[in-house]
Nanobody
Framework: QVQLVESGGGLVQPGGSLRLSCAAS????????MGWYRQAPGKERELVAT???????NYADSVKGRFTISRDNAKNTVFLEMNSLKPEDTAVYYC???????????????WGQGTLVTVSS
């Protein structure tokens, strides 16, 4: 009934930019916190960035100054703008919603299926 679908991943050269999109099947206004996570092979999934209902954001130290999370509520979409990409940014990137209320029903910990970002020359 609720779904998050990531897109925009692909191959990019070091120093390049990429914009990831997370399209939600329903309104995202009720979501407390939305975020982007990433997971590289052999490593645990880690937080990249979050954005709250009020628009406040936070970022992992490794991406501060390079990545920007934003939302377009009219399009039910959350974005991750990635600049100055490094090889160590290579990972599968996942969209996440901590709490999502749709017509009185609460969904907890909703994840997208992920989109692969590869940073290589």
């Amino acid at each position: 009934q609720v779904q998050l679908v990531e897109s925009g991943g692909g191959l990019v050269q070091p120093g390049g930019s990429l914009r990831l999109s997370c399209a939600a099947s329903r309104s995202i206004f009720s979501i407390n916190v939305m975020g982007w996570y990433r997971q590289a092979p052999g490593k645990e999934r880690e937080l990249v960035a979050t954005i709250s209902n009020g628009g406040s954001t936070n970022y992992a130290d490794s991406v501060k100054g390079r990545f920007t999370i934003s939302r377009d509520n009219a399009k039910n979409t959350v974005f991750l703008e990635m600049n100055s990409l490094k090889p160590e940014d290579t990972a599968v990137y996942y969209c996440h919603a901590d709490r999502w209320v749709v017509f009185g029903y609460t969904y907890l910990e909703v994840w997208g299926q992920g989109t692969l970002v590869t940073v290589s020359s």
